[in-house]
């Protein structure tokens, strides 16, 4: 299993390594440290000036790879790769096609520009990418490993998709599932509605808890949680999260077949949430996580 980790000389760079680096602590998988460069300009001479630009950002792409490459902890297997492409997420999402030592691309992990926002390569990525992206919140520290899965699902249809991914990425990195749904009921929402759709939440996840604890090892509980609020951020700040845990959502209905297209409430979540969320995309079928 290889993770497509995009790195450029900025901080989301760095995040993006510290994050995959956590990723692969509990998955065992293979990083390629991917720095893009622009496709090259044509050039019919050596000695001309579009020659001499593209060797000189070449030398300094080389230099960030090298960069990025001595900030990847010693036990995390990793292979450095300069791509040439029309823009970074399409170098990202071709070397994911691309087969690798490492096996098949199973992720790509970049960092975002801002708590706030995500950026233009993020942007990119979570509107066409055929594989799970991963997100780094700003400034996200390393951790020794993913100690949980949280796994934002609705009552809406395609929801299985992402839990099944939840469901295997459990077992395979031996760590607990935790199941989210959030109720935002608005500021004007009565008490009674609040009740009402949280009853519906807590029996929708609690169903779906007892079926991913049978398909799940006995070390690796399952627990589920229900997030209230009159907005979706009061709804996720009243949360415990912790450092070390991921949060799991799919990629919306709008999304083509096996592609992603973040929805409202994914952005409004990856705003507040403090920890990296992956977005799975529509249709997914993982071999291994």
Known sequence: MRYIVGYGPQQRGIDAINLASTLARSSGAHLDLVVVLPDDTPTF????????????????????????????????????????????????????DEPGEGGDAGMIVVGTSHH????????????SASVPVALT?????????????????????????????????????KVPLRLM??????E????????????LAELHISTIA??????????????????????????????????????MVGSSRLAQPRRLFLGRTATKMMRVLP???IVVPRDYDAGAV
């Open 116 to 127: 706030v926002r995500l950026g233009s390569i993020a942007d990119a990525l979570l509107h």
């Open 210 to 247: 007892q079926k991913a604890q049978e398909q799940i090892p006995a070390e690796c509980p399952v627990t589920t949680v229900v997030g209230h609020g009159s907005t979706l951020p009061e709804a996720i700040n009243a949360l415990e999260i912790s450092p070390s845990e991921i949060v």
């Open 45 to 96: 001479h050596m000695y001309s000036p579009d020659h001499a630009y593209n060797t000189e950002l070449r030398r300094q792409a080389e230099e960030w790879l090298a960069d990025g490459l001595a900030q990847v902890p010693g036990d995390v297997a990793t292979e450095g790769h300069l791509v040439n492409a029309e823009s970074i997420s399409e170098g990202l999402m071709a070397k994911a």
């Open 275 to 277: 920890v990296p969320m």
């Open 181 to 186: 749904s959030l109720v935002a009921v608005g």
């Open 188 to 199: 004007d929402g009565s008490e009674e509605r609040r009740r009402e759709w949280s009853e």
């Open 137 to 173: 919140p700003a400034e996200y520290e390393p951790q020794p490993a993913i100690t949980r899965i949280t796994c934002a699902t609705g009552v809406r249809e395609g929801h299985e998709v992402l839990v099944k991914f939840a469901i295997q990425a459990a077992c395979e990195w």
